[in-house]
């Protein structure tokens, strides 16, 4: 029976991850993994979380089991810095636990399928699994065009895919900071996304992955809340495993936002059974270490402090490869200062990414993806001086 199964191509980044740990290149550059690095190159544990997981082994009394929704007390708390001071949207918003923003996606996309929805259109190039989720619930993908070349979002593909959207289609949008390409609409376009969205009753997918790492808390969730305040209902995923630096520990949150409060309880039951039959329930750990940080001002103070620094490291390199742009011409540096998040796409051909990699020691995704935290002060005039060699006539 089970050789019945054909081999399924390996994981390109983690292909790319073996290779970059097998170079004995001591300068070398990582640009491939999807994680906020420090200008020393590490990923570590926040301070913040550190504390509030240090509070969970003093003070946690037990570990029996919660429901499919998770800790509520943890989507709770999140709730006021994604959704603004009226948190619950007047009752119409409840959110549950997820296994990372994966999970949270994944239900999005269950839920939407067990409400009627059976295409979703999505702006393209997106994050992969966006399409591996849609075709294992089994949604079609309708792609459209996400950028344009001159690294600005492509306003018109989206309202054409919202004005063209079917009754028993969704559209999923990247809340901010968008992976792969680090192009955001801008809040005028967001003001045209969500009047495309009123006028047309089409349901809202909104991904949220990287929540404050672009322009700040508010400003990265300004142009989500211009969709959720003109729509009737939206279904919203959300990650804190790169804004709490909890990865591993798979910590995101789903969230329901309904035409009426009254109805709020038959679609939550519906998506309790969906996590039941997927997962049954959420790992506890990171949720609580998040309830931890939002309930304590000390820490939530903390947890701030370090996002900022990490939103402003990865503005200074953005800033820098930016005024980088006459140095390798036809790149478009220049618009990546404009950009938000972990990512940008460079449109290097294989050949280029290739050298880059064998000549000078950098590893990145062969679609030219490259993850801006990657760089810091210690390599980053390595890496502008290597795109200049690759690009030159
Ligand atoms: N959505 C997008 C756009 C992502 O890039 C990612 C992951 N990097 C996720 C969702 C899922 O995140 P998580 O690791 O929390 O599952």
Known sequence: MLDRLQAQAPDALLALIKMHAQDPREDKI??????????????????????????LI???????????????????????YIFGEDATMG????GMQTPGGTGAVRLAVALAKAAGVTRVHMGVPSWPNHAQILADVGVETVPFTHAKSDGTADLEAVLAAIHGAGPNDAVLLHGCCHNPTGVDYTLDQ?????????????LPLLDIAYHGLGQGLDEDVAGIRKVLAAVPEALIAY????????????????YMMAK????????????????????????????????????????????????DDMRARM????????????????????ALGDQNGLFAMLPLDKDQI????????????GSGRINVAGLHAGNTEKFIAALADVTKG
């Open 30 to 55: 990582d640009l491939g993994v999807g994680v906020y690095r420090t200008n020393e190159g590490a990923t570590p544990v926040f301070r913040s979380i550190k504390k509030a997981e240090q509070k």
């Open 58 to 80: 003093d003070e946690q009394d037990s570990k029996s089991y919660l429901g499919p929704e998770g800790d509520t007390g943890f989507t709770a708390a999140l709730m006021p």
């Open 91 to 94: 009752g119409r918003i409840e």
């Open 190 to 202: 967001w003001e045209a996304i969500a009047a495309a969205f009123a006028e047309t009753g089409v």
């Open 239 to 254: 990650s804190c495993d790169k804004n709490f630096g909890l990865y591993r520990d798979r910590v995101g949150a789903f």
């Open 260 to 307: 009426e409060a009254s109805q709020l309880p038959a679609i939550v039951s519906n998506a309790n059974a969906l996590a039941r039959a997927n997962w049954s329930m959420p790992p506890d750990h990171g949720g609580a270490a998040v309830r931890n940080v939002l309930r304590d001002p000390a820490m939530t103070k903390e947890w701030l402090e370090e996002l």
């Open 315 to 334: 503005r200074r390199v953005r800033a820098r490869l930016a005024a980088a742009d006459n140095e390798a011409p036809g790149l478009n540096l220049a």
């Open 354 to 365: 290739a050298r880059l990699r064998e000549d000078h020691g950098i590893y990145m995704a």
